[in-house]
């Protein structure tokens, strides 16, 4: 009987620290996101939420997923993996992080490409389709020179579904910036890109450009971030990602009791007029 009660006492004195941890992993949202996500959490606000990756750790390609549109499901490859410290992409293919967000986005990062074509960000819906908006560098359909654009884009809606070329697509409200010659390939370039609205914007060295949509991504009520190459390579590095998470998404990561849980101890009081 003794040894009874002294293999349940020790299971119980096992237990509490376990239990402890656990707690203490969500006892704050910054505490609670950085148990979620392999990235490292910079800042959190309310739910506007900071992260960053070095690309130093293989697994935070784990907060990542596949964002390929429809339409290349299975016309392109999907190569990509997190090596010598960079996230490579390769082939035609994209990924996007997997937190949701609403209001303003931004992003920075650094990129390396092999050549100049065809590389930069994306913002599409949360339920994939082929529609989103693109910040493509050194596109070369609407400029033989390679600009920057930003454009909104769709399947064309007249044409699209008899059309029997999958990579038939409708760019809308382009706005295109030359990049100088200072751009490079095979050397680091900073890039930002962020959406406020309708509003979209791109930095990319010291070039700077902004487009709007124009109502056409009014239905995007909320989007994910993510990065692209289309018959290219290219690696990135020092990505930082700020966004306003839906709660949507914290409800699916069941983290919506942690972060708008309200803080304790604290009185409100109303003032009397």
């Known amino acids: ?40 959490i910079v800042s959190i606000k309310k739910r506007k939420v900071t992260i960053h990756y070095d690309f130093n750790d293989p697994n935070q390609l784990k907060d990542f997923e596949d964002a390929r549109p429809p339409r290349l499901l299975d016309a392109s490859s999907n190569d990509v993996r997190i090596e010598s410290g960079r996230l490579v992409l390769n082939g035609s293919t994209a990924i996007r992080h997997k937190m949701e967000g609403t209001g303003k986005i931004h992003a920075r990062f650094t990129v390396r490409f092999d050549k100049k074509r065809n590389v930069g960000a994306v913002i599409t ?14 596109d070369y359909r609407f400029n ?7 454009g909104a884009c769709g399947l064309r809606e007249d044409e699209g579904a008899e059309d029997k070329r999958s990579g038939l697509v409708n760019f809308r409200d382009i706005f295109s910036r030359n990049l100088p010659k200072t751009v490079r390939v095979r050397r680091d370039v900073k890039v930002e890109v ?15 450009g902004r487009g709007s949509s124009k109502g056409k991504t009014k239905n995007m009520r909320s989007y994910k971030f993510g990065l692209f190459v289309h018959n290219n390579r290219a ?9 306003v998470l839906s709660k949507e998404y914290l409800e699916y990561e069941n983290l ?16 009397k007029d």
């Open 1 to 40: 009987m003794n040894v009874v009660r002294f293999v349940f006492a020790l299971l119980v004195f096992i237990a509490v620290p376990v239990h402890g941890q656990d707690a203490a992993k969500r006892s704050s949202p910054k505490r609670a996101l950085n148990h979620v996500f392999k990235g490292r």
């Open 125 to 138: 819906e949360p339920i994939l389709s082929d529609f989103y908006v693109v910040y493509n560098l050194f």
């Open 144 to 150: 033989k020179n390679g600009a920057m654009h930003i």
């Open 194 to 208: 962020w959406k406020d609205g309708w509003a979209e914007s791109f930095k990319v060295g010291s070039v700077k």
């Open 235 to 243: 690696s990135f590095d020092d990505l930082t990602l700020t966004l």
């Open 256 to 271: 919506l009791p942690v972060v708008d849980r309200k803080k304790s101890g604290r009185k409100t009081t109303t003032k």
